[in-house]
Nanobody, 123 residues
C-alpha cells in the first residue's frame, strides 16, 4: 500500500503565498501521476493541477499563472507553489497519486489520496 502525507497548509492574506508538499511512501514501484485537488465548503472536489513522471503539467483555468506544480521523483514528493492567493482559493487541498505498488510478488495499480490540508485565504 501507499501512504500520502501532506503539509504546508495554513492561513494567509489575499495576495500571499503558500507551498504545499505531499510525500508518498510505502510499497511503491512507480508513480505515474501526482496532483492536487481541492474542495471548498458546499462544493464538489475539483482538480487544481497534475504532473506526470515526465514533468508534463496540467492546471485548472482558475489557477493558471498563479500556481506551479512540481515533483521530485527520487523522493516521491509533489509540491504546489501557490502565489497571488485569493479568498476563493480557500479549501481543503488533497494530494493524489496514481501508479503501481508491490503487493506480495505482484504489481498492482493504485490511486491514492492524502487526508487533506486546509488552506484559508483572508480578504
Amino acid at each position: 500500500q501507499v501512504q500520502l502525507v501532506e503539509s504546508g497548509g495554513g492561513l494567509v492574506q489575499a495576495g500571499g503565498s503558500l507551498r504545499l508538499s505531499c510525500a508518498a511512501s510505502g510499497s511503491i514501484f512507480s508513480i505515474n501521476f501526482m496532483g492536487w485537488h481541492r474542495q471548498a465548503p458546499g462544493k464538489q472536489r475539483e482538480l487544481v493541477a497534475t504532473i506526470t513522471s515526465g514533468g508534463s503539467t496540467n492546471y485548472a483555468d482558475s489557477v493558471k499563472g498563479r500556481f506551479t506544480i512540481s515533483r521530485d521523483n527520487a523522493k516521491n514528493t509533489v509540491y504546489l507553489q501557490m502565489n497571488s492567493l485569493k479568498p476563493e482559493d480557500t479549501a481543503v487541498y488533497y494530494c493524489n497519486a496514481a501508479g503501481k505498488y508491490y503487493s506480495g510478488s505482484y504489481l498492482r495499480f493504485g490511486d491514492y489520496w492524502g487526508q487533506g490540508t486546509q488552506v484559508t485565504v483572508s480578504s
